[in-house]
């Protein structure tokens, strides 16, 4: 019986790279050993340039080749997600459209689900096309999120990684947040797993979607959503603060019986600058928090679908599944 892969390939203003992503992806899909058959399922991400048409080119020429067709941008998060929705895979890859991640390592996924392997982490040996402050910043996110949360991050994994049905089942289902994090997910959902190392290709055209910035903004997020021990900073800060207020007054009772009232302006103005710094943070951090929850709350779709190319199931058009 044939089995099917699943191709997933988000995709953001990439019409530089796409005709070569295709070419060489679609040699190494039509060498599949069987009996592997696949799905080449492109998910636009609200492009404004010509990739959409470029797509719809494949489409029309390969009936293997499905576009989910976002109504704008919704980021790389919402359209992997959203490639695994409306992927019909009895294995699904997600991957680039700028070629970062080799197409070849796909035979080397295959044997992995051959051997009976159901989630697959590929992991970056170099990265010799981020700068030495996007390497610096990512290391010391994961040091930082692997101290605060239970879920142990593999430093070096990717938005490149492999699920058989039954894991991308659990994601379809129970992993609907909005402030989300894909790759965490994976690493945490169990099943039988393992690891494949690759090298990261330079991008083949265009430019990083992610700055700095948006990079920063993600890792906050991420943080929070795995890990609650900021919120708990208040507790252990305001502890600590009490004791040192306890230490301050025994210690200005001494100096006022033995010299009188002591005179302190410097002193005042230093503590109440550092207090209220320390308590702006900590009501800062609980706003974050707040955010994230008012996110979840309004339970707007992660994802909106304005049309789809080749998928017989165009019943799903948001991400309320
Ligand atoms: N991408 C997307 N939506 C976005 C930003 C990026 O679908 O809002 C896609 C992009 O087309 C690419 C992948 O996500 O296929 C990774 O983006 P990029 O290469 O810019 O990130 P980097 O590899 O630099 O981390
Ligand atoms: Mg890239």
Known sequence: MDKLLSVVVSVYNEELALREFYLET???LNALPAPWTYELL???DGSADGSLKILREFAKENPRVKIVNFSRNFGHEAAMIAGIDHARGDGIICMDADLQHPPECIFKILEKFDAGYEVISMVRTRNKTAGAIKNFTSAAFYRLINRLSDVKFEA?????????????????????EKVRFLRGYVQSVGFEKTILEYEARPRFAGESKYSLKSLFRFSINTILCFSDLPLKLGIYSGCAVALFGLLVMVYTIYTWAKFGAPSGYATIVVLISFMFAM???IVGIIGEYIAILFAELKDRPIYIVKDTENLENTSISTSKL
């Open 26 to 28: 679609g040699r190494i």
């Open 42 to 44: 492109f998910v636009n």
């Open 156 to 176: 070096n994994a990717s938005d490149f990684f492999a699920m058989n049905r039954a894991a991308a089942d659990v994601l379809r289902n129970n992993y609907r």
């Open 279 to 281: 308590l702006f943070v």
